[in-house]
């Protein structure tokens, strides 16, 4: 059977992440056990929570040096040593970053028949959801309310302003570079972005929100939610979904002022990890499909070919490099 | 007419506050103008909000240097230029640090018929609705939760851990010394209380609350609510109240890991004042007055004699000597 290409973390980054903190091999095609099922990997999902998995225990267990680099991709059973599973079903899981995984046959979720394969990593992923979830069961939005979203142009991030669109609320995003923010008002339809690179996110907001932020998102943590802090209306939300500033070699600083200006503008802070909402996931994948199929909402994807761009895919993603949902694709569809 | 004793705020205070930063003088007796009540104050509110109140503008205006000190005080209504008050009227309202003022009729609120006046300051006024809604209608807690609450022997903290053993929660709490820790355990029937001058507050977190804190009730802010992050289980609460460890010159530091730690533990932090509640003020008091008629919920007041104590008797309440709600008595109740 073929060799199996793996990308395994080489050594555990302490600043920035570099590609040297990778490396490839060629290992066996894996021989699935009692109980498996030898998957072939099509599309892995590349997310800024990669980097902070490196970092120590999160959600799930850390990735260490010397470990196939953790990555969550959909692929398609090539063989099953199990009685719910069989060649040609397609699959997604903790496949990780190679060609073939056996993975426990009930660690697997089997994929629904909805194409193309990559809107289940975007429209109705974790990406699509985590959107959905995050901003619609967490702080809520009513219409009428200022909604501010961080990585504005990234996965989540694209998908959070156009909901905060559809139901009716004045959006703001927050975003690297000149053309990135263009793109986020002309095509994504937000009402401004501010270019935090060229830009003073703190005059930004106050000019674009005069009466204060109701829900804010924060993709990003960092000075960016300092801004947003202060720039809350009293009884304002943030939806807490990640904090990207922070995952790459950034100072894990902490916004001042917590927990005073969270008394005084009586504000709401909320973490959420979006496999908590499992059970509404069937109300999620309904609202965005009708959304996208409508054209009310555009999926945004940026696919890179080969895994062995993953790496240098990653670094980018963590440098904003990214527009929409990023992954890899690691070998053809299934027929 | 007699003296109007006045306890100014002489210089803005930087670091600790201490009794030179306040100046007594006498002024006249002030004539009340047209839709203005004269009242005679009674019992004055000392509240850790009141060091806030000097570094600048809160929920209210600042303190500045001059100004009589700003004080919440129940009082007598001896003259009215208003259809709305007569002489002998039972008030609350901004009276300040001094015996007599001269306050718009709008402002006042009419105090119950309730006996003992002070109760109208502990059990049923600013100290008893802020736990009781701070815990029961900001983060809510349910029978078998765990609770931990800081600055417990304080007028706050105090009664917030007995209404949680009312309502069937484990309570935990964080006070400064042994015999103020052996008191809240024996007298208000607290399960445990962790001494943060003497304990390490994390390891006695780990011990008290083996599967993590559901409930934190944070009065203090700084290092105690830093352990109580750590220490939090996944999806658990934060009823953020105020930030005592900072108004007194304590460095203005924010806990580490926001956002991250809010992320992975699922952490909800939510800022509230009692003002905001006041429509379900009703449900407050009948409870509270319940709970203390059957002796479940001890009222705990300390009240010092005479206006010129109140500099000390703040500066006190803010390096936490006082047990329960701390005022100043500063005339005889009414006829």
Redesign the interface.
């Known amino acids: 059977m073929a060799d199996n290409t793996q990308i395994l973390l080489a050594e555990k980054p302490t600043g920035k992440l570099a590609e040297s903190h990778f490396e490839a091999r060629q290992a066996p095609v894996p021989e699935p056990a009692d109980g498996q099922v030898l998957v072939r990997s099509v599309l892995l999902s590349l997310d800024a929570a990669n980097r902070?998995w490196m970092q120590g225990p999160?959600?799930k267990s850390a990735v260490n040096p010397g470990d196939v680099m953790h990555g969550y991709a959909i692929g398609e059973v090539v063989e099953s040593r199990s009685p719910d599973w069989s060649p040609g079903d397609v699959v997604a899981g903790e496949v990780g970053w190679q060609e073939y995984a056996a993975l426990d046959a009930r660690t697997l979720h089997r994929c629904s028949d909805h194409r193309p394969l990559s809107h289940l990593h975007s429209l109705l992923g974790i990406a699509g959801k985590t959107a959905y979830h995050g901003l619609l069961n967490v702080p809520g939005l009513e219409a009428g309310e200022t909604l501010v979203v961080s990585a504005a142009g990234g996965s989540v991030g694209s998908i959070v302003g156009q909901i905060g669109k559809i139901r009716g609320a004045r959006v703001i995003g927050i975003a690297g570079g000149p053309e990135k923010c263009a793109w986020i008002v002309d095509d994504l339809g937000f009402d401004a972005c501010i270019d935090y690179k060229n830009e003073d996110v703190s005059a930004k907001l106050a000019e674009h929100c005069p009466g204060g932020i109701d829900v804010y998102f924060?993709n990003v943590?960092g000075p960016i939610?300092q801004s947003a802090l202060f720039a809350m209306k009293q009884?304002g939300r943030?939806s807490?979904?990640?904090?990207v500033s922070?995952y790459d070699g950034g100072a894990?600083a902490?916004?001042?002022?917590?927990?005073?200006?969270?008394?005084?503008?009586?504000?709401?802070?909320?973490?959420?990890?979006v496999m908590?909402f499992a059970d509404r996931d069937a109300d999620a994948e309904r609202d965005l499909s009708q959304w996208a199929k409508s054209g009310q909402l555009k999926v945004v994807e940026d696919i890179l070919d080969g895994l062995e761009n993953a790496p240098r895919g990653l670094i980018g993603l963590l440098a904003g490099e990214n527009r929409g949902k990023r992954m890899i694709r690691v070998g053809p569809d299934p027929a």
């Open positions: 902070a999160t959600y924060d943590g939610l009884g943030i807490c979904c990640g904090a922070q894990p902490s916004p001042v002022g917590i927990p005073g200006l969270l008394v005084v503008k009586r504000i709401r802070m909320e973490g959420f990890i908590d």
